[in-house]
Each structure stands twice: as C-alpha cells, then as structure tokens.
C-alpha cells in the first residue's frame, strides 16, 4: 500500500527505507523509459505541426522520430542527458515518496481519516510532490537542455554545461520553467496518488488478487492507468514547463527548425495558441501517455516491490 495505513499487515519500515525503496524505482524505469522521454521532449519543442503535411517539420511521428534519431545522432542520442536524468529519478524518487508517507501519516493521525480516501492522497501526493520538485529542478533543467540539444553538442559534460549556463545566464537559469513545473506537479501528482489507489480498489472489487504476482501485476496495471489519467489532465503545462526551460538556448535547436522567445508562462500559452493552435498545446502527448504508462506503473510496481521486500527481510531477521 502506497501512504500509510495502519491495517496494512503491520508493515514497518523506517524512513531511509521508504527513501530508498523510492530512489530505486525512480533509477530502473528512468532507464526504461529515456528514449520515450528524448522523443517527447522533442516533439513539445518543435513549433511546426507535427505532421507530414508541414515541409519545415522535423518529426511527426514516434517512430518517425526514433528513425530519425538513430539515423543522425547514432543509439547513444535516447539516453542524452541520462545522467543528470537519473539524479532527477533518485532524488526526486526520494523525496516524494517519504514525503507522501510522513504526510499521510500526519494526517491520519490528526484526522483519523480513511486510507483509501481520494482527497487525502491528492493533496498529499501534491504536496510531496511539489517538494521533490524544488529540490531537483536544477537537475531537470539540465536534463532537458541535453535532450534538446542536437549536433554538435552544445555542452558535452554535465560540469561544461553547469559552468556555462551559470557564467552566461546567472544562477536563476537552474529554475527556468519553475512556475508551470509547480503548477503542474500538483494536481499530475496528486492524480497519480490518488487515481493509483482508487483504482487499486476497483480492480481488487473487480478481480480480488491471490498471491505475490497478481498483487504484482495489479500495482503495474493500476500505476499505469493512473499515469494516463493523470497525464492527460495536466499535459498542457508540461509543454510550457519544456519551452521555457530551452530560453536563451536556440543556437542549439537551429538545426530541428523554428524557435521561439517566451517571456513567461502566460507569454508562452499565448504564443502556443496563435501559432500552433489549441492542438499545439498537447504537441508530443502520443510518447507522453505511453510514457506516463510505463513510468508511472513501473515506479509503483517498483516501489511496493522494493517496500514489500525490505518488510519480510525485517520479518525475517525478527
């Protein structure tokens, strides 16, 4: 059970446990999922439709997109920016799972509240998320910055890209995209938390679960659904969060066609919508959602894995 609950069969483990439990999720699927996550990032920073039927337009499709890819930057372009990618995925794993547990707990012990509550777990994961969020933005800034490169690379080390960015752009370049990211996190989080464990209960009211596999297996299904759900409702901001991550960084994207200037979040929604249209606003979703999927599933699956293992090596040593 992801968030406490006091009738989950006694299950303890301590807070570097839980921290753990979330760094590893974050760091296997980060892996997993990389090339899905280079192709959106690209898809939601190219200004031309996505579509065959527009001549300046680099990609419009995924697997397009994945051909095109391999073909110019060679297998090692799907895994651009992977190592400050995965200190995302750790610390960010981290931080948002302990915090999801300590806040439910608060809660439940200040309220008694009900563990499958949907409301609790919107807030909660919001919160947890939002916190995750400001300890690793710098991080996810530099992530984005070497998926959008292309060739030749702009900053070919994570310390190259640290010290240039901070030399020409100042230290508030770190939090570029800081306010849609916020914006955002919250209810794409909160969903997640709380869609995960609704439709856990759906599915155990459906299809009661025997053993560790089906358990397994419904934590997988349950993450991704809720990965979807969550994804759809807030993708429009993760798009904006993209674009003003890449300010002042168009030499790099000469080569993928237009780019654009933004002089904020409300600036960059208005640009999206007069250029692009309305269907600008959910450019890359297709890679997105079968991002989201596997993302969000594995990260569950994951977790509980990880948080089931670490109890019965307790019960075991007791």
Not at 112 to 128: E, I, P, Q
Not at 219 to 227: D, E, I, T
Not at 250 to 272: I, N, W
């Amino acid at each position: 059970m992801v968030g406490y609950d006091p009738k989950a069969d006694g299950r303890n483990i301590s807070s570097f446990e839980v921290a753990v439990a979330g760094s590893v999720s974050g760091l296997v699927t980060r892996v997993m999922i990389s090339p899905l996550d280079v192709i959106k990032i690209r898809f939601q920073l190219q200004i031309e439709r996505l579509s065959r039927s527009d001549p300046g337009a680099k990609y419009h499709g995924i697997l397009q997109a994945g051909r095109q890819i391999l073909q110019e930057e060679g297998p090692t372009a799907f895994w651009k920016g992977h190592v400050p990618a995965q200190l995302l995925s750790i610390g960010y794993g981290a931080v948002q799972f302990l915090s999801f547990e300590l806040l439910t707990e608060l809660v439940h012990r200040a309220t008694k509240y009900d563990a499958r509550d949907f409301s609790v777990h919107f807030v909660c994961g919001g919160l947890s998320a939002s916190a995750a969020t400001l300890a690793v933005h710098p991080v996810d800034v530099l992530r984005t910055r070497f998926a959008a490169q292309g060739e030749p690379k702009v900053y070919k080390t994570l310390r190259e890209a640290v010290v240039t960015m901070y030399r020409t752009e100042g230290p508030l370049v770190f939090y570029k995209g800081l306010n849609p990211t916020l914006i955002a996190i919250f209810p794409y989080a909160g969903f997640q938390f709380s869609f995960y464990s609704a439709l856990k209960h759906v599915h155990e009211w459906v299809i009661p679960t025997e053993g560790a596999n089906s358990e397994n297996l419904k934590n997988l299904l349950c993450g991704s659904g809720a990965g979807v759900i969550s994804k759809t409702l807030t993708y429009p901001l993760d798009l904006f969060k993209k674009r003003l991550q890449v300010g002042g960084f168009e030499r790099a994207r000469a080569t993928f066609g237009q780019v654009r200037s933004y002089k904020g979040l409300l600036d960059c929604a208005r640009q999206v919508l007069r250029e692009e249209g309305p269907r600008g606003f959910f450019k890359g979703l297709s890679p997105s959602l079968l991002k989201a999927a596997l993302a969000t599933g594995f990260v569950f699956f994951w977790y509980e894995l990880f948080c089931n293992l670490f109890h019965h090596m307790k019960k075991a040593d007791s």
